[in-house]
């Protein structure tokens, strides 16, 4: 338990400060939700982004699982989601960075493990795909 996290500060959901800072539970919650995944990808991949680039990604990437064309209401439910719901958690988590002021969004200090775990599951979701 623990092990993900590079900030020895971080208390885990019982109130007990861990080792390395992020628990097993709170890495799970972070990475079960497919946009927060792709989220994390993104940084990892091309670096600090806003929060509205990433929800177009992220409305570009459901436009592509569902075959659909993503409408502005698509992209703005996106956004809604990703400033209220993911970046919270994932900043929560000390997974990502965001500065408000200069509105953009980076990765943490995530351990490799934790990188490798996100880019393969990425990988193995656009296997599945085809």
């Not at 590079?6 to 097993?24: I, Y």
């Not at 993104?42 to 806003?50: H, M, V």
């Not at 509105?103 to 934790?114: C, K, L, N, Y």
Request: net charge negative; hydrophobic share 40%; glycine share 6%.
């Amino acid at each position: 338990m623990g092990r993900y996290h590079s900030d020895p500060t971080r208390r885990d959901t019982r109130g007990a400060t861990t080792a390395a800072g992020l628990t097993d539970d709170q890495l799970y919650r972070a990475l079960a939700a497919t946009e927060r995944r792709r989220v994390l990808h993104s940084l990892l991949t091309t670096g600090p982004s806003t929060p509205d680039q990433l929800a177009t990604l992220l409305a570009g990437w459901h436009a592509t699982d569902s075959g659909r064309l993503v409408t502005a209401e698509d992209r703005d439910k996106r956004l809604t989601e990703l400033v209220h719901v993911h970046l919270p958690l994932l900043e929560d988590a000390g997974l990502v960075v965001r500065d408000e002021a200069a509105d953009s969004v980076e990765i943490g200090p995530v351990q490799p493990a934790v990188a490798k775990l996100v880019r393969e599951s990425i990988a193995a979701e656009s296997a599945s795909r085809g």
